[in-house]
């Protein structure tokens, strides 16, 4: 049975191959239900893969961060929604139009799978922010891109731990909150605005997305283990 903690828990699926990946899928079974997939893993495996993971019984949470004309991620959208996929990611940024009509071909469909919208990447510093948006804070882009998918009715959003304040002062806070950037301690890669996971769960996240902290542990499960620890202390802290 999964437990509350572990069943907040997505593991990031940014492994090699397909055959890396079934193998870290049966090592990981029963320990934790919600899975990522990324453009890589999708590319090489396609739907047949997705299925192959839903077949052992975890959730897939597949992360395109779709971003185009609303007509072209509607078009997309209606051709995952009847996959039994448990989310897909849009961009925020590609603004209400292409959200509204990514939950029409959604709605369409009829099936189950939550749309969650992408704010600003957990990647995204002050610098490489201001280099490709010159003018506009952070925070304004992120309170903007939270507001728009509220409007537009889409499940949920996708941001950095250090972005739930914000979200929170805003209409998102009501979608459920998916939250990269996760490092149980300090790091040094891409990710720039992380957060442990008792302080994201205290912050209000609903689901956490971790990747390299588990993939790169010497002892994947042991590493897994302290995370979903630190999930359950931030669940405790909630209650009392
Ligand atoms: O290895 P790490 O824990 O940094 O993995 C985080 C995962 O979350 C990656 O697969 C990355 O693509 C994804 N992600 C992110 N920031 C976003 C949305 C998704 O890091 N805003």
Redesign the pocket.
Known sequence: MINEAQNKLIL?L?VENLTECRQLLSELQGELKHV?I?HQLYAKGGIPFLKEIMAMDYKVFL?L?LHDIPNTVRMAVEALAGEGIWAL?LHGAGGRAMLEDAKAGRDKVGGEMNLLG?T????MNNELWEEVTPGCAMSDALKARATVCADAEIDGL???PLDLPIINETKGKNLIKVV???RPSAGG?D?ARTANPKGAIMAGADFL?????I?KAPDRLAALHTIVNEIKEGLQWKED
């Open positions: 990031a940014d990522k990324g992360d961060k990611t992408v600003v990447l957990t990647s996708v941001c950095s990269p950037g996760i890669d990710q997305v971790v990747g390299r902290p993939l």
